[in-house]
């Protein structure tokens, strides 16, 4: 061998954990590129959604107080663009599951690194991901007719809600993922939860269209306050507007609900993490 | 001690490897092989018991012990869509050394397994048994002293193997310290020092693989006649040279001696005096396969155990 004893980087200034986290995030992106299947199919999917409301249910589904010509599809892009990211989650899921089954888990945690890195890389990851979605989304719906009207300042802050509630939900995809014993198991699993998550919500149809019980259940909903944010911030019509807390500070609803969401499913899939063997 | 449920994993194992040795822990699955491994390599915790790796006790020190440590498994654990190359950097950002010394030990790295070529394509395209050795080549990243092999070749052609185990030899022979697991006998006899055999999680056996092969006896004289009809007399001819029991099954017989080769002269002669004709035989030394055998009642590859686990306590300097 030519080199000599290993050496040790000193402590960056961003700390282990963040650096760590990087490195394996750095990796997952790469995955993206080498699978660009994998990529072009979870863009086509949001898209074929796109479509079908727009053109298919969407003459259907009047939007109160808003009745012109192009209402339902201004009032549907935040809807899809707040699905959408709920279900990255899914990805999440079975990323961590393969990375389970073929070992890789169990060489990262045989490693000195930080305890959190590996989800960590895999959450932020997920998450950058969605930007490239985001941007896709958004030309779709430009294309049939949604429109930002609200200046690019709250578009942006739009965007960045959208994208902390993708990286909420990475999180308890993630903790999904641990669980699951084999990546087929977490195919089903990851996904599961999402159908009730994003359709008991007004991302799709006012929550007013619905019975009362389940209004109390979409009002509360952090998908709907996410969509209903994004909405006010691109200037999209909101429908009637629910009276329900959430419903009235959305913007601020999502920023808790993210916080309570990630300090619960964070620390519960690291410690996950620090007790799972592949077998 | 490790349990699952009711199910003893580890049982008052002892391990113990000398710096710059390999040990090769044998067993059937589910013997507990994997389950002490993981305990060694801070993956699991013991329910009762001691393990102390490189100085540093695995349940109170468990990134000192993951700094000393290169862990291979039975399954190549490496990122499937990244480049050979890619993965030992990825891996070498882990271990938090500098990029600069990384990037000259991964072409070192790639060098000595032969992954040059195929340095910058996806792990995709790789075959098995290139998989392993980038597998091993990423376990030896931060130049770990001690290193766990985990069923390294299973599943490997005989030519990979033989690669990978000179790859190993020549690891121990620059002062690694190794504790290898496998339920290949011949791979034990190959590369270890000393072996430990254990089933249901506790020890049954120690010792190098000839103690080991001595403890069930040495050598036997087996044979095969022409006519079965002179089966007795071919016994006769046998028990005047054999140090213990013939025993006879149809035209074979066999009998354990000593003495090495010149018994077989004896034997052929006295075969000869009593009118024996003989289509074979051989002086056979015991395997480890037989040792196996003796020691459980069953052979290395039967698979009749449940799952894993143990008490471990093991030592690697």
Redesign the interface.
Known sequence: ???G?????KRPIIG?GL??GL??A??NL??TI??PELLFFSLVQPVIFVLLFAYVFGGAIPIPGDDGASAYRQYLMPGIFGQTVAFAAAASTVGLSEDMK???I????????SSG?VLFGRTVADTLRQVLVLTVLSITGLIVGWRINNGIFNAILAYLLLLLFAYTVAWIGSWIGLKVPNPETASTAGLIWLFPLTFLSNAFVPISSMPGWLQVVAAWNPVSSVVLAARELFGNPTGIPSTAWPMQHAALYTLISCAVLIAIFAPLAIKKYR?T??? | MKRYGDVVALDGLDLRVSEGTVLGLLGPNGAGKTTAVRVLATLLKPDAGTATVAGHDVLTKPNAVRRSIGLTGQYAAVDEYLTGRENLRMFGGLYHLKPAYVKVRTDELLERFDLTAAANRSLRTYSGGMRRRLDLAASLIAKPPILFLDEPTTGLDPRSRLGLWQVIRDLVAEGTTVLLTTQYLDEADQLANEIVVIDKGRVIAKGTADTLKDQIGGDRIEITIADVAKANAAATALRSVSTGEVSIEDDRLSAPVSGGSTVLVDAIRALDAQDVAVTDLVLRRPTLDDVFLSLTGHTAEEDNSPPPPSRRRGRGQ
């Open positions: 061998m030519t080199t004893a290993p050496e040790i980087m282990w650096h760590d490195v394996v750095r990796r790469i995955q080498r699978v073929r070992g890789l169990d060489r990262f945690r045989a490693l000195p690194m890195a007790s063997t592949s077998r």
